[in-house]
């Protein structure tokens, strides 16, 4: 299984915060994406990066933002923390055409 | 953009029993995954297989291109096996972008 972390696996936190969630892969995988998954629903394409400085925001809008400065790096961030930004983020990496491999995920909950 | 659907939704067995997911899409694809995410919300990769047949114990899968559709059979099921299977799609080009069904709730009962 390809080795794709991300931290924190969980993350409750106040309204307002501001919030970065990580993820790193260390296959040297050009590819790197972000997913949101609310509760019993399908995952959606939040943000995708094809290689260094290099970002493209997906199909579902998302107030977030991310940053590709190192192939192993893709970090999303949330400026300002609302309640409706709780779900669960995941995030994936492939390289060319082969299928995209997922981290655990970060479940996060905005009180 | 690309559609794709999974039936049934929901699938109750009891332990032992064999089932069929199905995995309908609008377009032509280059890539077709399947995965199972367990109760604690992981995503575990089942097979890439943009087309043909392939086997991994007792789960298999058959992508048949031309008609748009992938299967995904699980025989002999077990507790374990419990969670959602998605089957996520790229529709090519240059763009190496997921498309993921819905999914199909299954529950193992012992």
């Known amino acids: 299984e390809a080795d794709i972390y991300q931290t924190p696996r969980y993350l409750v936190i106040g309204t307002g915060k501001k919030i970065t969630l990580e993820c790193s892969q260390t296959?040297?995988?050009?590819?790197m994406y972000w997913y949101q998954q609310d509760p019993g629903m399908e995952l959606h394409l939040i943000h995708y990066?094809?290689?260094?400085?290099?970002?493209e925001k997906g199909d579902l809008s998302s107030e977030s933002t991310v940053s590709r400065i190192r192939t192993e790096h893709f970090p999303l961030t949330l400026e300002s923390a609302r309640p409706s930004h709780t779900s669960q983020y995941l995030c994936?990496?492939?390289?060319?055409?082969?299928?995209?491999?997922f981290g655990d995920g970060t479940r996060l909950s905005i009180l | 953009g690309i559609q794709v659907e999974q039936s049934p939704p929901d699938l109750i067995l009891q332990e032992g029993a064999n089932s069929t997911l199905r995995c309908n899409f609008s377009?032509?694809?280059?890539?077709l995954q399947w995965f199972h995410q367990n109760p604690w919300g992981q995503l575990i990769n089942l097979f890439y297989?943009?087309?043909g047949t392939k086997q991994n114990g007792r789960l298999s899968a058959t992508t048949v291109a031309t008609e748009r559709y992938s299967l995904l059979y699980i025989s002999s099921s077990q507790t374990t096996d419990s969670g959602v299977y998605f089957c996520?799609?790229?529709?090519?080009?240059?763009?190496?972008?997921?498309?993921f069904g819905k999914g199909t709730l299954l529950t193992v009962n012992p």
């Open positions: 377009d032509s694809v280059n890539n």
């Open positions: 994936a990496s492939s390289w060319g055409n082969q299928p995209q491999h």
């Open positions: 296959m040297g995988h050009d590819k």
């Open positions: 990066s094809y290689g260094v400085n290099s970002t």
């Open positions: 996520a799609v790229d529709s090519g080009g240059s763009n190496y972008k997921l498309t």
């Open positions: 297989i943009p087309s």
